[in-house]
């Protein structure tokens, strides 16, 4: 009588796992959903917000480098506050952290949009660092698959932040600062679908560890973990200058308004199926430097075609410049699993990577708008993101190698 029981309770188990594992990845869904959305909607809006405070487009540029810079700044320490506190528990509170961001940023002043950003960025530093370890220790046999939904969630709603912010801006009442703050709403659902992992959550997650010396293991060594990072900078240099100087570039070309903000969400709309098979592919290859070479070369084919193509074809360049940044994007992503050996380690080098990697990034939109005004063109600015996609290639093809950060063993070495 007692098998009987056994079995049954079994399948109960089973039946209440299935839940909370779908609740679960609805929770990755919506936390990726906000980790581009609050940023790439101010894109667009950029030329309306330096108007209405009166500012210089070198300080215009800082709105998207403030949060780079806070992502710099607190990534290293979100794994051991992972550690301490638990995944779970350091998400929600980055989402509670977000959506006061968002509104104090909505105020619509100069100090209250920058305090705001700084906000957000810390809060989207911990998403940024913890989602890829949170996937490796709960989906470690569906990585690629968890990274490619994460990472479609996460650029389909940053394409409709930038396509909707001048169209809301537009509305009664609303202008820039209130199209900035409709995120909150979002941020502020996902808290609320987030709660049952505070509920069910574990203790503090005990990373599994490949030896002693992986614990105390210094990343900043590994010539790996530096190619990551700088893969990972580079794309990110590349993309938070795009998304805030893009529109004006466009119409500058002849573009109205509202067509260069939906250009900007054509880029980031025609990455989805990138991001989503680009993880997927990376997870059943050992050696990645052969899919590095094709970022690489949309990449400075569609910056070219920006610089010298015609406007007839700005669509073309523009999915170009999109697929190129989605696809180092993904492929850092996927790296911070694959060079890794536990779920530990993978949030050391995500923590570094996107330490170093965003401060390298922070410099992209105020260089990019500070080289424009002393040039008063945008030829030098965008032939320097040649020169950056062409550092990106190279760093990539180191990233891309068969090992591990902590050893030289080709990584199908089981993790311990």
């Not at 609303?174 to 709660?195: K, M, Q, V, Y």
Request: proline share 5%.
């Amino acid at each position: 009588m007692g098998i009987p029981h056994t079995t049954n309770q079994l399948e109960q188990t089973k039946l209440n796992i299935k839940p909370k594992i779908g609740l679960l990845i609805i929770g990755i869904i919506l936390i990726g959903a906000n980790l581009r959305a609050p940023l790439t909607s101010v894109g667009p809006l950029v030329a309306s917000i330096r108007d209405s405070l009166g500012i210089s487009n070198t300080l215009a540029g800082t709105i998207t480098t403030v949060p780079l810079l806070a992502f710099a700044f607190l990534s290293p320490f979100a794994p051991k506050l992972a550690r301490r506190f638990g995944m779970e528990f350091m998400l929600f509170i980055s989402l509670i952290l977000l959506t006061i961001g968002i509104a104090i940023r909505s105020f619509g002043g100069t100090e209250t949009l920058f305090v705001g950003t700084i906000l957000i960025g810390l809060s989207i530093a911990i998403g940024n660092v913890l989602l890829p370890s949170l996937i490796k220790h709960n989906f470690a046999q569906n990585i690629g698959m968890m990274t490619g939904i994460y990472a479609v969630s996460m650029n389909l709603c940053g394409a409709i932040g930038s396509g909707i912010s001048i169209p809301i801006s537009s509305l009664p009442g609303l202008g820039w600062a209130g199209a900035l703050g409709c995120w909150g709403i979002l941020s502020l659902l996902t808290i609320f679908i987030w709660l049952p992992q505070l509920l069910n959550s574990r203790k503090p997650i005990k990373y599994r560890k490949t030896a002693p010396k992986v614990e105390s293991i210094n990343l900043w060594r590994s010539k790996l973990a530096w190619n990551v990072t700088l893969f990972m900078g580079f794309q990110s240099f590349i993309f938070y200058t795009v998304i805030t100087w893009m529109p004006e570039i466009l119409e500058q070309k002849g573009l109205n308004t509202y067509d260069a903000g939906w250009m900007l969400s054509l880029m980031q709309l025609a990455v989805l199926p990138i991001t989503f098979l680009v993880p997927i592919i990376a997870g059943r290859l050992q050696d990645h430097r052969l899919l590095v070479v094709i970022p690489a070369v949309l990449l400075i084919g569609g910056l070219f075609g920006i610089l010298y193509g015609s406007t007839l074809l700005i669509p073309l360049w523009i999915i170009m410049v999109g697929i190129g940044v989605g696809f180092v994007f993904s492929l850092a992503m996927m790296f911070f699993s694959l060079r890794t050996q536990s779920t530990n380690e993978a949030a050391e080098l995500s923590g570094m990577a996107q330490s170093f990697g965003y401060l390298l990034s922070a410099v992209g939109p105020v260089l990019f708008g500070g080289l424009h005004d002393i040039t008063h063109s945008w030829k030098i600015p965008l032939l320097m993101l040649v020169l950056i996609s062409v550092l990106t290639f190279i760093a990539g093809m180191g990233a891309g190698k068969n090992q591990y950060v902590t050893s030289k063993k080709s990584s199908n070495v089981k993790e311990l």
